[in-house]
């Protein structure tokens, strides 16, 4: 059993929502039912602190372009998953990323017009920021929006056009057995709670309240990515204006803004937001009593919010936007002065340690976009923990895949060597992180008192101060309970 409130507990008690007692099994008290849990080794259950429910059930239940390694492998993706629809149905897909391939020249509208046999078509880049369409989809984007491409692939206001567009195709009754499938999914994986960063060009309101209706899963905190919408966020039940409030893109799709232009692209990327606009958010936020947050990925666009968030605590202070535990999501080209801002505000830096696991190192997507000197600043988790910066991870699924134990992992051996984090710093991050990043500190660590919220997991192999050691084999989730409640496997009757 992992508890650093006590090293030596083999046994606990659960009591309603609550773990009543904790300790060796000889010493535990008596129990209405005692459940054997048969060796398997019991944590505090995970959050995945910014997801996409919605687009990744999506992609569970559809076309999945993770792993393809031309553009040719993407058409006869496409090709088989559009034989299986009807006729007038939209092919939505997700996950190709042509930095890793030979040839990085995605499929043109006419090649997927003849894959999808004249169904419409719109395939999202890995980063959710760029995708490419068919003509029938290109046709209803304005040429004149910011980001049009003749040749299919769609960046900024033309990309959020046409989302806009497919995504209207997907039903009421797709939507919920979508969402249905990823939360069953992530509580499989020992999560018991998850961060959806729902917005008006993500997902739609009808998509974020349905969401939060359901029951029987993973605990899901809703955050609503738009501007001056405080009020809006609290009434569609939301407990934050943020999430993807974008401040910028992603470096994949040369849309993430930066202070010096990208290597392989004349451009800096793209600003949306004004350091006016972020303070003005800010102080919203804090006059309806909700969290306020930003997705800021280039070292342009953090120096914006940052300026948004001076901006604010001198309307305020301080203390007042301290107290509101702001969040910044994603947080990828910092240095040390936009750090120390971080820490100055109090703000929840809400991160993916897959984003270096994938696309860090050598030869890589940041080193290809950035050059090799920046990239090696990219993702600077071990910068920011050791001046106290608050880290909440997240997978961004499906932009990378729902992983816990794998973000854990990629953490701590971070490309740079200098960031990497220890592997009980790294697990905290995911579990504690999470909670503390709504504003539920007593979450997170099993502990008398604490809510009764962990996970079971058989396959640990060696232990390593208390968790499995990084260089094995991942351990397999047996049960996940939240808040005394099962929501995975055969837990037994804990209430």
């Not at 929006?145 to 995504?167: E, I, N, Q, S």
């Not at 004349?266 to 600003?271: P, R, V």
Request: contains cysteine.
């Amino acid at each position: 059993m992992y508890s650093p409130a006590d090293p030596t507990a083999t046994a606990l008690l659960v009591d309603d929502d609550r773990i009543a007692w904790l300790g060796p099994a000889a010493d535990a008290p008596t129990a209405d039912t005692v459940v054997d849990l048969d060796g398997a080794l019991v944590t505090p259950a995970f959050v995945d602190a910014h997801v996409h429910t919605t687009s990744t059930g999506l992609t569970l239940r559809g076309l999945d372009l993770a792993g393809t390694r031309s553009a040719a492998e993407v058409l006869e993706r496409v090709s088989a998953f559009a034989a299986t629809l009807p006729p007038d149905a939209v092919v939505l897909g997700h996950g190709w990323d042509e930095s890793r391939w030979p040839s990085p020249v995605p499929p043109a509208p006419g090649e997927l017009d003849r894959a999808a046999a004249g169904r419409p078509v719109y395939l999202s880049r890995a980063d959710v920021h760029s995708a490419v369409v068919s003509s029938a989809l290109l046709s209803r984007v304005n040429a004149d929006r910011p980001g049009h491409g003749a040749d299919g692939w769609l960046r900024r206001d033309a990309h959020h056009d046409a989302r806009t567009v497919a995504l209207a195709s997907v039903s009421a009754a797709q939507r919920g057995d979508a969402q249905r499938a990823f939360l069953a999914y992530a509580a499989a994986l020992g999560i018991a709670a998850v961060h959806e960063c729902a917005g008006p060009v993500i997902s739609s309101e009808e998509d974020l309240t349905g969401l939060l209706k359901l029951t029987g899963g993973p605990a899901v905190y809703g955050y609503w990515g738009e501007l001056g919408a405080a009020a809006k966020a609290r009434d569609l039940g939301a407990v934050g204006a943020g999430g993807d409030l974008f401040a910028d893109g992603a470096f994949g799709s040369h849309t993430a803004h930066l202070r010096k232009p990208y290597l392989d692209r004349d451009t800096s990327g793209h600003g949306y937001l004004t350091p006016a606009q972020v303070a003005d958010h800010l102080v919203d936020c804090q006059r309806h009593g909700v969290q306020g947050g930003f997705h800021a990925i280039g070292d342009a666009a953090l120096s914006t919010v940052l300026a948004g968030f001076a901006m604010a605590a001198a309307r305020t202070s301080v203390d007042a936007v301290r107290a509101a535990r702001h969040r910044v999501e994603h947080a990828e080209l910092l240095d040390k002065a936009l750090i120390g801002g971080l820490v100055e505000f109090g703000i929840v830096a809400s991160v993916q340690p897959a984003f270096d696991r994938l696309w860090g190192g050598a030869g890589a997507m940041y080193a290809t976009r950035l050059g090799a000197e920046r990239a090696l600043a990219t993702n600077p988790f071990g910068a920011m923990a050791g001046v106290g910066v608050a880290l909440a991870f997240g997978s961004d699924s499906p932009v990378t895949p729902l992983d816990p134990w794998g973000a854990v992992r990629a953490a701590a051996s971070h490309h740079n060597p200098v960031q990497r984090l220890g592997v009980r710093q790294a697990f905290a991050a995911h579990t504690r992180g999470g909670w503390r990043a709504v504003g539920d500190d007593a979450h997170g660590v099993l502990a008398p008192g604490a809510p009764a919220t962990f996970a079971l997991w058989r396959d640990a192999g060696p232990l390593v101060r208390g968790l499995p050691a990084m260089d094995a084999a991942t351990p397999a989730c047996a049960g996940t309970v939240l808040r005394g409640v099962p929501i995975h496997g055969e837990v037994g009757a804990l209430r």
